[in-house]
């Protein structure tokens, strides 16, 4: 890629926009142009207005910069949504109908009927959907956190087994809520057994990441799908422990042998974000912890651990993703670097 | 009942000891007149050997008692034992042939063919089984922390629909692991998705509990039961997510009516650690949490919360139970009582 | 006290009126009679508006209490003040203005000529300051949650030998920053080393408390005092490590005895919520702990610890004070029990 | 450096020693050659014998090293010692007698008379020392890891003004306690306000460090110091709020310039594991924070922040220190860097 394409961040000093600034710096196809945030901060630099409250300091180069309304007037034609969901809708679709080509990590547009939902290595096909959008732009979204995670586990049993149920039961860390978020008072020495609409979106979206593209819309996967979410006192990292229900039968040697040989059909694009290893499986029983294992492939790569036949379904195994970078952020880079390579961006 | 029933704590300070201590004082059926924990510490003052780490300070009586070696010559006919399973088995039996009742709360005897393991609201039943023993003292025990609260959230069920399969995923409290425990290196910021054996006992010892007493024996129960175990920095209180499949079909309002109703058969004998409440059912989604609820009932009332329709089993909730009490000393406490009112005690 | 004296609470909803009430529930000389808070909450019942997050369930007899507007028309003549700084002076003045005795906890007035700042144990007789005060009715404050602590640890030592300079370093607890407060991921696994206005409140309010009221007015006194203050992940209890100089020189013996021997000059009153202890001094080094100690005598109970000679000033030591009871809220009904005592609340 | 210096580590499996081999991997100057542990794991592969519980993986190339015997017949002249201080202090001066050049963080041999105490920016003219030593080998000590940050602060104002007293409160960190050190149910949701022996060696250790090497022997500073020691729930980070009597007077600007301009003696050395920055000054309130800095500079960097007046002695701040890095492992390795640039190890 001999220039780099420009792109702006929506949603810029929120929780996921600052993450999209952390993993943007120096990218080898990107590079920020503009930053916007709500009204009251137009015009600061990005220094002064933000909160930045990551573990590494803000990259300099975005400290003077000003910041913009979220007006489809930027000088790039790709932008990426950290918006919250109070706003993303109308703003996504505003800049679509100008024209842009919008990476939305919020939920609004996620089950609209004509928007991909999509994660590289399970679904990739699934970014032709943009074809039935009115145009000129285009809407391209990458689903919840938790639900990143484990379709990433389950995509190879999918492959290989077809898959009939899903039992999942999260233990969530608190980045996910963003920033103030939880409440210290609500999670010392506790537990929150429950985030909202978190089950519902488990339970809905991997029916359309595992559906198919046929005649310009998506075929829902059948599956049923059982969650149970907690918050719990991690900062980085939501750990899931699932069972699944096979669609036909294997030996715990061939489920193994699945996911150990998986091979995502985009290994080959050699995209910047992909990880050398999309899921890495771990055998000691202690392993993964969230705090340990969450940065495995700068934060991109899955860690699945416990498998083992499961006496109620008929495999059960543990998930750990990095939620803001692989379940977030990351995630909605992945998407727009395959769409740059499959060669969607060059028409904007 | 008007004189107290004179009982001795082996294993006094450690963990299981010291909360079995903080039930006994006072206690209106039994009074604590030995306490006794390994040789090296015999004969000192309870107050100078124990490493005393509730959060509430030692009770004054028992700061001068003079520690004894775990040998069956205490001056009193019943033992609580919450002895280390490394030394609970053999001492344990030599208590019992020595004509002692011995209220346990290790592991090593639970599943022994000819040893009751009760839950009182479960299967008080299943206490005759001593008459197996060879006398003339008895063995009695309860389950694992974890498996209390699991099947008391299930003995309704159980008893209106019959149960096919459990799914259940565990967030445990620190304390559950003893003192020192769990490193704060390794929990601090993360969870430890493993609990050494914690598995295979929740997913055998309901079947014991659940099984019939017939003949002299338990017939095993024939569910079947998938348990994954995780621990999570919260201090006292265990929380579960359950999925059931139902042996019959059922409605959420026969499930709904079945919990609320739940009135355990040993209701009429008003024992001393008996809650008012044996399951508190919440509705607001936000509970139980450990923090919060653990203490309901004195720590002897198990909560449930989230019930709902399962997509995948038939019926999914989470349980509260503290593990230290209900789970572990109250446990055992209530089955003495148990056996004080059915009489059992008398002969010793 | 024949018949309870009715009360109200203003700012009931709020972190600090949740404590009110949890401490006037079966109060023997009090009865609360009305809960005030924001227009906004006015006429709904308490248990619908209130984002009630204590430990323990909100007193069932406030439940059905419906909410009334901040107004001086309530039945009583009395009020206790949980109100946030941002509206709480004017409030409390309009109070105050239209005849009602105003026993508050927030920071507003504290410094005020004529309104006496009171800490029962150290200076009962600064409430004859509120003689200074317009009338009909006076406003009457107590300190900073952190100062409370500390001026009750060195009230024996400024008695005893006089004061010249102070050293503090505070570890504080979350409570004390209310509810939703400190963003968990500000603090988990961390410490933020700054609490706004903090330093401030200890290096001021201390002056005022252990001056001389002389002539209608107070001569505050003279020490220095040098605060650095922190915020740890602790739900409740602030401990502070504290250094003093003292005006005349006294060996450790006679310092130790001068805490050992404390006995306030409210002693002899007996009020309701005077701990049997006012001050709890420990010589096991690993003493006091915020988690194990804060209850102590209730809440009431200042814990110190670490009593020993300090190579730069005279003698350093820590203290540990329950933050949200004896710091605030049952900081506030001694003072007004105090008042009671002493037929000031006759005239109302 | 054309050839690369062999080394040892004593004490591999421990924390420091884990410590030490993570810096020393990929070290320009030095090349691990040995590991060396207790006898029950001699001959044993390093990656089976270890409870390796740092964040990041062990690197690969130490896990199929042999550990040794902790004895003085390894291929290299140069040893680290992480040894427990049960142990080190024989083994060491067996190695040293031996020979070797011991650069040791346990705390043993600190104080005698003919053992430096180093901190490479503080004393570096204190390596001299060593030619008291009986040889032929010889052992070099760093201090304890709450010493380095806090004389790491002292240093520009002991130059510039000279120091009379320090005061320190410390909340310090879970690493510093070794693994498995401090309990879970110990410090969730609490603080331990003891560490056995800390406040002894931050009151002693800066006397050495900032005495004068006077005829083969140190001259010991006067000043007071007087500190008391935290353990707060914190992974990695040590935290020190300090007040400073100067023993000339300074304005806060000459303070603070002091400060921002310090330059250590060994600047121009350029050795591998020194920061760029010795000392970050941070203007923030907010920080320094453990979480957020304790990694400045790879962990070589003190971050000092609050500089300001002390209304009881002269001027405060905070200090952060990485306790394992810095404070530790990292202090060690400095201190062997400086020695080699110095050609203290060519004899050898």
Redesign the interface.
């Known amino acids: 890629m001999e220039q780099k394409i420009p792109v702006g961040i929506l949603g810029a000093t929120g929780s996921v926009g600052q993450k999209f600034m952390q993993l943007l710096q120096d990218h080898p196809w990107f590079e920020v142009v503009a930053l916007c945030a709500s009204d009251k901060n137009t015009g600061k630099p990005y220094g002064q207005a933000v909160n930045w409250?990551q573990?590494e300091p803000c990259p300099a180069v975005f400290m003077d910069m000003r910041l913009e309304a979220c007006q489809p007037t930027l000088p790039c034609r790709l932008v990426f949504s950290g918006l919250d969901s109070s706003v993303a809708g109308e703003i996504e679709s505003e800049f679509a109908r100008a024209g842009y080509a919008v990476i939305s990590n919020s939920r609004n547009h996620r089950m609209d009927e004509d928007v991909p939902l999509v994660v590289p290595e399970v679904n990739p096909d699934h970014l032709d959907l943009v074809l039935q959008q009115a145009g000129p732009g285009m809407i391209v979204t990458n689903p919840n956190c938790s639900t990143i995670g484990m379709v990433l586990a389950l995509k190879p049993l999918w492959d290989a087994f077809g898959i009939d149920?899903?039992?999942v039961?999260t233990?969530q860390a608190?980045?996910g809520a963003g920033?103030?978020?939880?409440?210290?008072?609500?999670?010392?020495?506790?537990?929150?057994?429950?985030i909202s609409g978190e089950e519902g979106k488990m339970?809905s979206e991997p029916l359309k990441l595992f559906g198919k593209l046929d005649g310009g819309k998506i075929d829902m996967a059948t599956m049923?799908?059982?969650a149970?979410c907690?918050r719990?006192?991690?900062?980085d990292g939501h750990?899931e422990?699932v069972?699944v229900?096979l669609a036909r039968s294997a030996t715990m040697e061939e489920i193994r042998y699945a996911i150990e040989s998986f091979q995502p059909a985009i290994w080959d694009l050699d995209l910047p974000s992909s990880p050398a290893q999309c899921i890495h499986l771990f055998d000691d029983?202690?392993?993964?912890?969230?705090?340990?294992h969450h940065k495995l492939g700068n934060g991109m790569t899955v860690s699945v651990?416990?498998l083992s036949e499961?006496?109620?379904?008929d495999v059960?195994f543990?998930v750990l993703v990095h939620n803001t970078v692989r379940g977030a952020a990351g995630g909605a880079l992945l998407n727009a670097e395959l769409m740059a390579a499959k060669g969607m961006l060059n028409a904007l």
């Open positions: 409250f573990n149920a899903v039992q039961v233990l608190l980045s920033y103030p978020g939880v409440s210290s008072l609500d999670i010392l020495d506790n537990v929150v057994p429950f339970e049923r799908i059982s149970q907690n719990v006192a991690v900062q750990l422990r069972s229900k029983p202690l392993s993964p912890q969230p705090r340990k651990g416990h499961c006496p109620v379904l059960k543990s």
